[in-house]
């Protein structure tokens, strides 16, 4: 029986203090001076999946170099719910694979290191809503008290922790390593996103620099270029380009405006063409304020834009019919000879109505109960009886080039306007003391095989593999896409992919497929 390592719980560490952040539009060093840039170091071993959209280069983001299960749908090899068990936690979504097969994943409560068949090899327990990164034989990733940490792949045990701010937001950030420097969003406010990105050296955890973006974060992710810079976009859809070692801005461009003005849970993403494509949305959230974007609708449209990478000018846009809060792909699709940009496109859903009868005291708890149970039992139908909102949603492909549109997708309707799991499972979490619901993206990052196949999973809990076969630029929903569903919804961060096999997060468990 293997020996289960639990690793020290989070504690508050302060090796750096920084509670003042820059200027916006400036980078600044840390509280303790302005520690030289770390010198390039040895990068470690290549890991099949080491962040959450996988190796870091244009031209390998979110493109496995290796094949998927054959009829993957039939070859589920195991879950993982959480240490506790059942529907005791909810996941940020997102999983690493190392050399060995091993997983390494992050719910609200803990990071896990998994073996190659679904036993725990290590426990980090620590409240985040970051997805790690693995690198060199270390992860790196954030907590909610302000702290970025780094552990031994081997054991859990913490290397280093520096408290770079008071906060990190809960929106689903990911981790990223390079040329030395660990990047992540800090700087964050309790239900909200970050405003600063702070970089520190990956060697010993002192703070580098930070750089107060000019629009609130949201699911942030460092897109390294491997020329010692990196890009992100804000949620707002403006676009900045700094240096990895010192945070300088090389250039900013996209969407201006106030902090909050408009929403998008997209995440920007650069192509081997030397392209960087950001999301935006036309809308605001609740409780924002905005005098040019109305609140998010189901059907309000966005844009995914194009802009070049030396320089941040506009190279095209495209209106899409709803708003993009996804991650887009680029890669060779089938029989076409030039990039194609994959993006799934629609609005995230929202909270069950069923929710709100917990709140309703004068009534005794075994009627709120009936009526969440009758909620429930009415399924798609229950939108006679709240009034729900039904989410549309297509996956479209683009000329990654000019923006032309190729083909599209259209999914099944969410017709319950909610995510699938949050509304069946919010007393069996809330019994187990978890966080009682997971309201993730309505689509996780895609996923493309060595083979053209495309991976991608919905708010519906099912996940899907696209293929055009063929390569006729349409998608036959009968011969090109097959499904397996799972019956609760995805966090952003998407599927990994190693030879044979694919590991995927939903807001319930792991779910790893092997041939």
């Not at 985040?128 to 302000?146: E, F, M, V």
């Not at 109505?353 to 004068?362: I, L, M, N, Q, Y």
């Amino acid at each position: 029986m293997a020996l289960l390592h639990v690793a020290p719980p989070c504690s508050a560490a302060a090796a750096v203090k920084d509670e003042e952040t820059c200027p916006a539009g400036s980078p600044c060093a840390g509280a303790t001076g302005a520690p030289a840039p770390p010198p390039l170091v040895d990068e470690g071993p290549e890991y099949p999946w080491p962040t959450v959209r996988g190796r870091t280069k244009p031209g390998l983001y979110s493109i496995s170099p290796h094949k998927a299960p054959k009829s993957w749908e039939k070859k589920l090899a195991w879950s993982f719910p959480g240490a506790r068990g059942n529907h005791s936690t909810v996941f940020n979504g997102g999983a690493l694979i190392d050399d060995e097969g091993s997983i390494y994943t992050a719910a609200v409560d803990a990071v896990y290191k998994l073996d190659k068949n679904g036993a725990i090899k290590w426990v980090y327990p620590c409240a985040t809503s970051t997805t790690p990164a693995i690198h060199g034989g270390a992860l790196y990733s954030t907590r909610k008290d302000g702290v970025f940490f780094k552990l031994d792949m081997r054991f859990g045990t913490e290397l280093w922790s520096t408290k770079v701010s008071e906060f990190i937001g809960g929106d689903i950030a990911g981790a990223g390593v390079s040329d030395g420097v660990f990047v992540g969003s800090s700087h964050g406010s309790p239900g909200g996103g970050d405003s600063t990105v702070t970089g520190v050296n990956a060697s010993d955890g002192s703070v580098l620099w930070s750089y107060k973006a000019d629009s609130q974060l949201w699911n942030f992710q460092p897109m390294f270029t491997g020329e010692g810079t990196f890009v992100f976009q804000d949620q707002i859809g403006g676009v900045y380009h700094l240096r990895t070692s010192t945070g300088e801005v090389l250039w900013t461009a996209g969407y201006k405006g106030p902090w909050a003005e408009s929403w998008s849970d997209g995440v920007a993403m650069i192509g081997p063409n030397r392209l960087v494509y950001v999301a935006h949305a036309d809308c605001h959230l609740p409780g924002s304020f905005s005098t040019r974007y109305q609140q998010c609708q189901a059907t309000d449209p966005g844009t995914i834009t194009a802009y070049r990478l030396d320089s941040g000018d506009r190279v095209w846009s495209q209106v899409t019919p709803y708003s993009p809060n996804s991650q887009p792909l680029v890669a060779k699709l089938g029989k076409n000879s030039g990039y194609s940009l994959v993006l799934p496109i629609g609005l995230p859903a929202g909270v069950p109505p069923s929710f709100k009868v917990f709140g309703w005291e004068p009534l005794p708890m075994w009627v709120r109960k009936a009526i969440w149970q009758f909620s429930i039992w009415l399924g798609d139908n229950q939108r006679y009886l709240w009034g729900n909102v039904p989410n549309p949603s297509i996956v479209q492909a683009y000329d990654a080039e000019t923006g032309e549109k190729q083909w599209s997708w259209t999914s099944p309707v969410l017709l319950k306007g909610h995510s699938a799991g949050d509304e069946e499972l919010v007393i069996d979490r809330s019994g187990a003391g978890a966080q009682a619901i997971c309201v993730p993206n309505l689509w996780a990052s895609p996923t493309i095989d060595a083979e053209g196949t495309i991976f991608v999973a919905h708010a519906n809990g099912k996940i899907y593999a696209i293929r055009d076969a063929n390569g006729d630029n349409a998608i036959d929903p009968e011969k090109e896409v097959t499904e397996f569903s799972t019956g609760v919804a995805f966090g952003h961060p998407g599927p990994a992919v190693a030879e044979g096999m694919m590991a995927i997060v939903n807001c319930d468990r792991v779910y790893v497929f092997k041939d």
